[in-house]
């Protein structure tokens, strides 16, 4: 998408948790999405990593709809979201938890 955004290495979390957050919008966007059984209706949703300590967002990435597959590997969309997100973790960062969703 071309947006820069900062990597923070996360090496002071023993635990994060990897989930989907939207982000509320009303204006006008092709990366708005409705979602009725939410709290919040419409907005853009975005993929989070998060720390259980601080519960900073360490690394995140905006859900753009479907993507084309430039690799061959035969992983679904919650395997790639997550994949792509702990990228950012140090090796000393053992625990990842996430929703049966992105199994």
């Known amino acids: ?3 820069a955004k900062p990597q923070l290495r996360a090496n002071f ?3 994060v948790s990897v989930d989907e957050s939207l982000i509320p919008f009303n204006g006008w966007s092709s990366l708005k999405q409705y979602m009725p059984m939410k709290p919040i209706k419409r907005g853009h ?3 989070c990593i998060a ?3 601080t519960g900073y ?3 995140y990435e905006i859900c753009t709809g479907k993507q084309v597959e430039t690799n061959s590997d035969n992983f679904g969309l919650g395997e790639r979201v997550v994949l792509k997100l702990v990228e950012c ?3 000393t960062c ?3 938890a996430f929703i ?3 199994l």
């Open 1 to 3: 998408m071309g947006l």
């Open 100 to 102: 049966n969703f992105l």
């Open 51 to 53: 720390g259980s300590k």
């Open 45 to 47: 949703k975005v993929w």
């Open 57 to 59: 967002v360490l690394n």
């Open 13 to 15: 979390e023993v635990a």
């Open 89 to 91: 973790l140090d090796q």
């Open 94 to 96: 053992p625990i990842v």
